[in-house]
Antibody, heavy 117, light 110 residues
Framework: EVQLVESGGGLVQPGGSLRLSCAASGFTFSNYWMHWVRQAPGKGLVWVSLIRTDGAVTTYADSVKGRFTISRDNAKNTLYLQMNSLRAEDTAVYHC??????????WGKGTTVTVSS | QSALTQPRSVSGSPGQSVTVSCTGTSSDVGGYNHVSWYQQYPGKAPKLMISDVSKRPSGVPDRFSGSKSGNTASLTISGLQAEDEADYYCCSYAGTYTWVFGGGTKLTVL
């Protein structure tokens, strides 16, 4: 079964850091681009970041550029999102998502990040 | 990276058809055929319903269809069923490995 399972969310103070992980299984992880997409409470989906298969290309939404870093370990079938200088507006459920042909076909259930003092 | 524009809500009775619009620009919806649609139930992960404007993934009922004209994409659900009541999001590739979502549309089945 194709599966993505996120972890690492939690409560963090403004200005703090958090590292999210996403464990992939049921498919050849190294063959796929991967995204992070977030959803603030009661709000819509927002694309956050993409990483290509070998990690050579990474892109970010303007709202997180310079603060978040996406990476992957293909040997461990794991996607990461390092989040620094966190703000209240980063509070959201963060989903790990598989890309196929520039569409998002498999979604994890998400991990919740709350930024609050 | 401005969000695509969707109506906040649409509604229809069982058996009817409803269409959800998604308006962007020539830099996203109008410029690429990588428009996708996602269904999301409360508290659940989104599910891909339509890819590349009009392609239906395996397992998605053929009641769901997608199209595009210029800078506006549309999702049509025919033969509306109670289980279709959910939030629907469009998403478009926007070039240079970036994507943009719509604000979401709440579908109510009356």
């Amino acid at each position: 079964e194709v599966q993505l399972v996120e972890s690492g969310g939690g409560l963090v103070q403004p200005g703090g850091s958090l590292r999210l992980s996403c464990a992939a299984s049921g498919f050849t992880f190294s063959n796929y681009w991967m995204h992070w997409v977030r959803q603030a409470p009661g709000k819509g989906l927002v694309w956050v970041s993409l990483i290509r298969t070998d990690g050579a290309v990474t892109t970010y939404a303007d709202s997180v550029k310079g603060r978040f870093t996406i990476s992957r370990d293909n040997a461990k079938n794991t996607l990461y999102l390092q989040m620094n200088s966190l703000r209240a507006e980063d509070t959201a459920v963060y989903h790990c998502v598989r890309d196929v042909g520039k569409n998002m076909d498999v979604w994890g259930k998400g991990t919740t990040v709350t930024v609050s003092s | 990276q401005s969000a695509l524009t969707q109506p906040r809500s649409v509604s229809g009775s069982p058996g009817q058809s409803v269409t959800v619009s998604c308006t962007g620009t020539s830099s996203d919806v109008g410029g690429y055929n990588h428009v996708s649609w996602y269904q999301q139930y409360p508290g659940k992960a989104p599910k891909l319903m339509i890819s590349d404007v009009s392609k239906r993934p395996s397992g998605v009922p053929d009641r769901f269809s997608g199209s595009k004209s210029g800078n506006t994409a549309s999702l049509t659900i025919s033969g509306l069923q109670a289980e279709d009541e959910a939030d629907y999001y469009c998403c478009s590739y926007a070039g240079t490995y970036t994507w943009v979502f719509g604000g979401g549309t709440k579908l109510t089945v009356l």
